[in-house]
């Protein structure tokens, strides 16, 4: 049973700075794309950055390009988002998720790509 469990998340000022983490168990983390996911209150959830198994590959929504950067360490089954130049409308759940199939990255970053989520953590950006 895949198990995904996020932290990290809190309160900063905008223009701050934190750094999320996701702990995956049940599987061999090493073989698999990871990504981030984000939901704002009233909004659809919406992709933030995914990662290939061996960290070879990223790739970026426009909104946080150049701000965030996801990474991973397979030897310690975690995966990682820093977010930096933090904005008000960075404030959302934000969720990790994996796909079901190995050595499967999603060409298509989306919410129908990925098959295990975690419960999410907040962040709240303040003005």
């Known amino acids: 049973q895949v198990q995904l469990v996020e932290s990290g998340g809190g309160l900063v000022q905008a223009g701050g700075s934190l750094r999320l983490s996701c702990v995956a168990s049940?599987?061999?983390?090493?073989?698999?794309?990871m990504g981030w996911f984000r939901q704002a209150p009233g909004k659809e959830r919406e992709f933030v950055a995914q990662?290939?198994?061996?960290?070879?590959?990223?790739y970026y929504a426009d909104s946080v390009k150049g701000r965030f950067t996801i990474s991973r360490e397979n030897a310690k089954n975690t995966l990682y988002l820093q977010m930096n130049s933090l904005k008000p409308e960075d404030t959302a759940v934000y969720y990790c998720?994996?796909?079901?199939?190995?050595?499967?990255?999603?060409?298509?970053?989306?919410?129908?790509?990925?098959?295990?989520w975690g419960q999410g953590t907040q962040v709240s950006v303040s003005s």
């Open positions: 049940g599987r061999t983390f090493g073989d698999y794309a």
């Open positions: 990662i290939s198994w061996l960290a070879d590959n990223t």
């Open positions: 998720a994996t796909p079901r199939g190995r050595f499967y990255y999603p060409s298509t970053p989306a919410r129908r790509s990925y098959d295990y």
